[in-house]
């Protein structure tokens, strides 16, 4: 951390902040230049995070330099992390795809649009059970009888199942029934979720807010990280931005600064981040010419009964047809579908 002091900051401002900076424990070099004293930090100024030292007599500016998370950190493991969901190995050259209905809904249903996408080549099926509707009066999903297709459609397909959370006293059905952990964009930060599901090492898929910024997704991932479960993935889901005439902006410059700045996989959501079927194969194709470990896209048969996000949910045959040119686009940026 680099504190510059005001051009009138006594010597007696300079030494009461050494001391405080002594007292938790870091070393100081302070360095006097014709106009300005310059004090530099000497230790892991991530200790400082809390500490309103801008507001110490005599101090200008505060600049840290270390960023405030360390276990995502690329600084803190140099390879990519690749997480091992039932042989399904994210984060590797492989790409993988995670498809499958916004929301569980009947069982043939769910059993049949897993057999659709596993057939076109998605490895994961992705559903629903608890869903968080913006409206009360929505299909707020099947609950744990959605857990139960989801592992009814497991049984039937062999593919890993994804499922999104929503209330921490649900952990033990998720840790019975799911593969991966999905946490969604409207519980990115809520820690005591982030807590719970950091203690145990099932796989979770974070989400990032509806108005979180990259270092505040890196944040939430680390404390998942800092509880011991290191099988995070990252999931750049569109960001509320004043563009209205698409549900969000899909932010995939995030995509390349979060795989500079974290070795966790980064996932992209294509589906909620159009809220269009129509966007979501070319924005697909643009988050793996951009880097992206993997995609996350709903698939409906019947988008227009669909009980939740028919709008954005694509086809099977449409599926299959985008996973083809999937393909071709990661041989382009020498990856593996
Ligand atoms: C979902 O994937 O089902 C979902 C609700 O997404 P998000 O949290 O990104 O809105
Ligand atoms: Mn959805």
Known sequence: MIIVMKPEAAD??????????????????????????????????????????????????????????????RE?????????????????KKITIMAGPCAVE??????????????????????????????PYSFQGLGQEGLDYLVEARKQTGMPVVSEILDARDIGHFLEKADIIQIGARNMQNFELLKEVGDYDKPVLLKRGLSATVKELLLSAEYILSRGNRNVMLCER???????????????????????????????????ATGKWNLVAPMAKAAIAAGADGLLIEVHSDPEFALCDGEESIKPSRFKDLMANLKKVAEAVDREL
């Open 106 to 135: 009947k069982l043939e249903l769910t059993v049949g649009i897993a057999k659709e996408v596993s057939a076109a080549g998605a490895s994961i099926l992705r559903g629903g059970a608890y869903k968080p509707r913006t409206s």
């Open 76 to 92: 803190f493991q140099k390879h990519d992390t690749v997480i091992d969901v039932n042989g399904v190995k994210i984060g590797g």
């Open 238 to 272: 569109g960001i509320r931005t004043y563009e209205t005439l698409y549900r969000n902006t899909l932010d995939l410059t995030a995509v390349p600064a979060l795989k500079e700045m974290s070795h966790l996989p980064v996932i992209v959501d294509p589906s909620h």
């Open 12 to 73: 007696h401002d300079v030494d009461h902040l050494v001391e405080r900076l002594r007292e938790l424990g870091l070393k100081a070099q302070v360095t006097k230049g014709e106009e300005r004293t310059v004090v530099g930090v000497i230790g892991d100024d991530r200790l400082l995070h809390d500490q309103p030292l801008s507001v110490f007599p005599g101090v200008e500016s505060v600049t840290p330099i270390l960023a405030p998370w360390k276990l995502v950190s």
